[in-house]
């Protein structure tokens, strides 16, 4: 069989296989997956803030199992979302940019669910720029939508009038995150009696503009949120990519770049402009962390209910519940908003399973895990065969308290446009558990819309265990030279395994 006829009838032998290969469907679990977009760890109770209180969000943790090391393999919305529909590396699934549509003929969690006779549904945002496939059920919203009076399109809409026209959806009225809870409620209540159900529960927050609501629009008004303790970054021992980089604390970088429909941000220039730089900085961060974490208190909130309603509904015991966002962002971190650099805290996504009876209460888990092992676990649990192609693993054995010896030790990340936003460099990387050395290749790839400009190669590794804040890059210490090898070998072994060779 040539490999052209082996690529064309995989799909088709694959769900022949799920067809076949099947607990009864009383035996299998209900699997709801709650997305956010850009929530940090670092903003969330149960990871240890110091910053906000995220209640509902911590049941998850007390009720089951909290990641430490969950990571993203391209710090950014649309290719994160692409990884975890197809459990592929975005050089393998198509999406490597924000500017790529997702193909959504392709094989992915989803669709091979559904065929195995999950009802599927996906409520909020999407965000791939094709219609979705594989789901019974969808309420997306078009793009990054809207906060207030949202708008959403159905499976039984067109999404285009053609020459590039977006067609009109339904408009909700409402802020965002409660109409997408209320959307994914009546999801819930409406699904057949008679299948295990997959339902996409995806927010928009808190991703900027960070439009906060009425409800949550005094919180933090008379407090002052504490200050990461790298917000004053001088970028001592550091490379230029992330001394060129825009996306720092600020008022014209945040304030301006960023100004929100519902006035939060209004007037702040006659506020704070007249300050010295540093009090204006101080001044800046906040103003944004405390929009940002109005935002988070809404999906907080929000998450309780719709746990209450797997309560009254007697759902909780058989239905694997996961909170996660599609990546990590920075909250002041060496002075950043946004995230797409390989440091910490847009590195790390938060990543929280209760499933009663099967994964412990109240544990923690220290692996490298990364969003390409999702669509794995979730299949897995599934009882549906987990395709060759798919390049993570299943999170299964580790929820189950047991790590495998031979499990992953590093992981492998790269991010793929080059400069036009926020002047953010392309570059890939490798973390283990004690080191990360991130390569700035310094060369456009050729991707849709990237700005052709040359940058010089550079390079930093961060010890981990001396340096968890990555201030000192100690790449060119002459101590570190023999690690710099090791890494740099096993880097690239990586990298070769992955099939990343572009």
Excluded at 31 to 51: C, K, P, V
Excluded at 147 to 160: C, E, K
Excluded at 167 to 195: H, N, Q, S, W
Excluded at 238 to 250: C, D, L, Q
């Amino acid at each position: 069989m040539t490999r052209q006829i082996r690529q064309a009838v995989q799909p088709f032998l694959l769900l022949a296989l799920v067809a076949t290969a099947l607990p009864a469907a009383e035996e299998r679990p209900n699997i709801l997956f709650i997305l956010s977009d850009d929530h940090a760890a670092q903003a969330i109770g149960a990871y240890g803030s110091r910053i906000n209180k995220t209640p509902h969000i911590d049941r998850l943790a007390r009720e089951g199992m909290l990641f430490k090391n969950c990571f993203v393999t391209n710090s950014i919305c649309t290719p994160s979302r692409a990884v975890i529909l197809t459990g592929k590396y975005s050089h393998v699934n198509g999406v490597r940019t924000l500017g790529d549509a997702f193909d959504g003929s392709q094989p992915h969690v989803a669709k091979l669910l559904q065929k195995a006779g999950y009802y599927t549904g996906l409520i909020g945002k999407w965000h791939l720029r094709t219609a979705p496939t594989g789901f019974d059920e969808y309420k997306v919203l078009p793009g990054q939508g809207d906060y207030f009076d949202p708008v959403f399109y159905a499976q039984d809409m067109p999404w285009w009038r053609g020459k590039g026209k977006r067609a009109e959806g339904k408009r909700y009225p409402g802020y965002v995150t409660d109409v997408t809870t209320d959307l994914a409620l009546d999801f819930l209540e409406r699904r057949p009696a008679d299948k295990p159900f997959l339902l996409f529960y995806h927010h928009k927050a808190p991703h900027d503009m960070w439009e906060y609501d009425d409800k949550h629009a005094h919180l933090y008004e008379n407090e002052e949120v504490p200050e990461p303790g790298n917000l004053f970054d001088d970028y001592a021992d550091r490379t230029e990519a992330i001394r060129r980089t825009t996306e720092k604390i600020g008022m014209e970088e945040t304030i301006f770049l960023h100004k929100a429909g519902n006035g939060q941000f209004d007037g702040v220039r006659e506020k704070i402009g007249h300050l010295p730089p540093r009090e204006q900085k101080k001044a800046a961060y906040q103003i944004f962390i405390k929009a940002y974490l109005r935002c988070v208190a809404a999906i907080d909130d929000n998450i309780g209910r719709v746990l209450d309603h797997l309560d009254a509904s007697g759902l909780s015991q058989n239905t694997i519940v996961i909170y996660t966002s599609d990546q990590g962002v920075f909250l002041g971190e060496h002075g950043l908003f946004d995230k797409r650099f390989m440091y910490e805290e847009s590195l790390r996504m938060p990543f929280l399973v209760r499933y009663p009876g099967v994964v412990p209460a109240a544990s923690t888990n220290g692996d490298i895990v990364t969003n390409c092992d999702f669509a794995e676990t979730l299949l897995d649990f599934a009882g549906v065969p987990i395709p060759e192609d798919m390049q993570g693993r299943s999170l299964r054995p580790l929820l189950e308290g047991r790590s495998p010896a031979d499990w992953q030790q590093a992981m492998y990340y790269r991010y793929w446009l080059h400069l036009p936003h926020f002047r953010v460099a392309a570059h890939y990387g490798l973390r283990t558990k004690g080191y990360k050395l991130i390569y700035y290749y310094g060369k456009p790839m050729g991707a849709k819309g990237a700005v052709q400009q040359e940058t010089p190669p550079e390079w930093e590794l961060f010890d981990l265990r001396k340096d968890p804040h990555e201030m000192k890059n100690v790449y060119n210490d002459p101590d570190y030279a023999g690690r710099v090898r090791i890494l740099k070998k096993r880097l690239e072994g990586l990298r070769q395994e992955l099939g990343d060779t572009r």
